[in-house]
């Protein structure tokens, strides 16, 4: 921790050392400094508010695929078991049912794909740039930690996890698919 010189500006430079300038009336800052840290911590919130954005976004976006695919998955198997029980004939409008109800998951998950690799690219974007801008703006080395991962851990994050999941339906959609039309 450094020990500050009261007659002189307690900004520290990117060296460490304390401003050599005098501060300014009734101020711990010198003229040049004045103000420096509430600019620096309104781009430092600025940024990290769009990745959290970002985030907040990608899971939304994430759970409304996800109650969507499982509704029609629902749907798909409620018509799918009623078409192979023994005792009923086979309806047409069901069989045709299905087949729409596979191809749109099959569509949807594709588009769910797309999506959540489009929203996974713009949070590393954004999570770099949050990494700059702490180390740009800031003294604190907390968020560069956290960050310095390794690239097996780096596919353990919950975005990296949760574009598995549209890849698991689209295996199913596609085994689905394969059932209805064969």
Not at 2 to 30: A, I, S
């Amino acid at each position: 921790m450094t020990d500050f010189k009261k007659d002189k500006c307690r900004y520290l430079e990117e060296n460490g050392e304390q401003c050599q300038n005098h501060p300014k009336d009734g101020q711990n800052l010198c003229e040049d400094h004045l103000g420096v840290g509430d600019r620096h911590t309104e781009v430092y919130r600025a940024v990290t508010d769009h990745f959290r954005q970002d985030l907040r976004e990608f899971f939304s976006r994430s759970n409304f695929f996800l109650v969507a695919e499982a509704a029609l998955l629902s749907a798909f198997y409620a018509i799918q078991t009623k078409l192979i029980s023994p005792p009923n004939l086979v309806n047409l409008g069901d069989l045709w049912s299905n087949k729409a109800l596979a191809f749109a998951g099959l569509l949807l998950t594709v588009i769910w794909l797309f999506v959540s690799c489009s929203s996974v690219y713009w949070i590393r974007r954004w999570r770099r740039e949050v990494y700059t801008v702490s180390e740009d703006l800031s003294n604190i080395s907390s968020y560069k930690k956290v960050e310095e991962v390794g690239p097996l851990t780096d596919l353990l994050r919950p975005e990296h996890i949760t574009v598995l999941l549209p890849v698991l339906f689209l295996g199913l959609w596609a085994f689905a698919l394969f059932k209805v039309l064969c």
